[in-house]
């Protein structure tokens, strides 16, 4: 009997991931006209998307959104003029026209009641903020991670698209990368046996609270800097926080377990199952934190240890046998017998196409994708806590249905930040 259920996961197992290997499925419910596939889209069919705060990884997004044709991308608003006419010139040149309009306030594009859709892929501090106020608005988000700073903004985000019925996806990409689908349809086939363990490669915990030297301030037509801080407690302004350089600032960042642990611990929580909860205790180790659900699996967030298959790897330890992956899309697994029916994945894990095309067919279809703001909000809590943890350099226990630390003041005082007026949540 055992033998004649194995061979059915077996064969099960293999059809989902020859399915995964050739491309990911297109729900039938979308018109072939929606996907570009039957010529030109009519307007009708059309997504009206705005940009807000789009640097380099914003105008990557933007470009994998104008290759869609459903898509007529409308308006960019950004603090900085240089990157606000970067993406007019990128969208007009796509239409050969010069109808892309430049706002330099957030209110601006969110009062344009034509506008479905937001990408957002401003600075973290203003990820959260600028969600929850293109949902108040009417709008669909597509975000890019990481989606908080912190556990009490998780979780408004989540039950602001809750109580406003509007889309939103995280800019977690990896859920809809092949290697990573095959990965998790590997421990959900039960061919590994129990689920033990699950580890997500993060980088250092650390942030500073250092300034850099104060500089001149530019116009305010240059760079808007009071809008740029947004949330953010004040500080003076130096043009390598404009140009990429905020990260590691404790007031810009979330910290190295959040800049990839929104990627890896999201994919951790997939292959668990856990997409309603986040982990119950959390033990700093070093650079590592030590985590662990109420369904006994443990999570390990690690920045050491890894095999080489990537950024953004994950490992699944089960009972009998094991599974690794990374951003290269090469898969290690064992028991070795497993090896040949591995498929070869080309697709890096930093492509977000299918990521946002999933994102425009529920804009369509009104249904829930795969990183919607609540499985990303528990992906984030899990982040943030094991981050308050590591601060404090103690385990912490978590009660994940109320959002707060047992018996430990100091560490629930954490899970929000002061934010500066008038940007309060």
């Known amino acids: 009997m055992k033998q004649q259920r194995d061979r059915v996961i077996r064969r099960e197992f293999l059809r989902k991931s020859a399915a995964v290997a050739g491309g990911l499925a297109i729900p039938l419910f979308v018109r072939p006209s929606a996907l570009g596939f039957q010529g030109r889209v009519a307007p009708s069919e059309r997504i009206v998307v705005g940009g807000l705060g789009l640097g380099?990884?914003?105008q990557h997004c933007l470009r994998e959104m104008l290759n869609e044709p459903d898509v007529q991308f409308v308006a960019i608003c950004d603090a900085q003029r240089e990157r606000r006419e970067q993406v007019k010139r990128t969208?007009?040149?796509?239409?050969?026209?010069?109808d892309c309009v430049m706002y330099r306030h957030p209110f601006e594009i969110l009062a344009r009641d034509d506008i479905d859709a937001l990408l957002i892929a401003t600075g973290d501090r203003w990820h959260a903020l600028a969600s929850i106020l293109a949902a108040r608005a009417g709008k669909d988000?597509?975000?890019?991670?990481p989606c908080s700073m912190t556990i009490a903004q998780s979780r408004a985000l989540a039950d602001t698209f809750r109580r406003y019925g509007r889309i939103y996806q995280a800019g977690t990409q990896r859920r809809n990368i092949g290697n990573f689908i095959f990965a998790v349809q590997l421990v959900w086939s039960g061919r590994l046996g129990q689920l033990k363990t699950v580890h997500a490669?993060?980088?250092?915990?650390a942030t500073t609270h250092d300034w850099l030297p104060e500089e001149p301030l530019p116009p305010k037509d240059e760079v808007d800097w009071d809008l740029w801080l947004?949330?953010?407690?004040?500080?003076p302004y130096n043009s390598r926080y404009v140009r990429g350089g905020w990260r590691g600032f404790f007031d810009f960042h979330g910290g190295g377990i959040l800049e990839w642990g929104s990627h890896t611990v999201d994919l951790c929580q997939w292959a668990n199952k856990a997409d309603d909860t986040a982990p119950i205790e959390y033990?700093?180790?070093g650079t590592h934190v030590h985590a662990l659900y109420a369904n006994g699996v443990r999570l390990i967030m690690r920045d050491t240890g890894w095999l080489g298959l990537g950024t953004c790897s994950v490992r699944f330890e089960c009972e009998e046998g094991w599974i690794e992956t990374g951003d290269s899309g090469r898969i290690a697994v064992w028991p070795e017998s497993l090896r040949s029916e591995i498929p070869v994945f080309t697709e890096?894990?930093?492509a977000p196409r299918r990521h946002i095309r999933e994102f425009l067919n529920c804009v369509k279809t009104r249904s829930q994708p795969s990183c919607n703001a609540s499985v990303a909000c528990q992906a984030h809590i899990?982040?943030?806590?094991a981050y308050i943890a590591w601060q404090l350099g103690r385990k912490l226990r978590f009660d994940p249905s109320k959002d707060e630390f047992i018996g430990d003041d100091e560490a629930n005082r954490m899970r929000s930040r002061a934010t500066r007026e008038p940007w309060h949540f």
């Open 56 to 58: 380099p990884r914003g």
């Open 230 to 235: 947004g949330p953010a407690p004040w500080r």
């Open 201 to 205: 490669n993060t980088l250092h915990p």
């Open 283 to 285: 033990e700093p180790v």
């Open 382 to 385: 899990a982040c943030h806590a």
């Open 141 to 145: 988000v597509y975000c890019e991670k």
């Open 91 to 98: 969208v007009d040149e796509k239409y050969g026209n010069k």
């Open 348 to 350: 890096p894990g930093t």
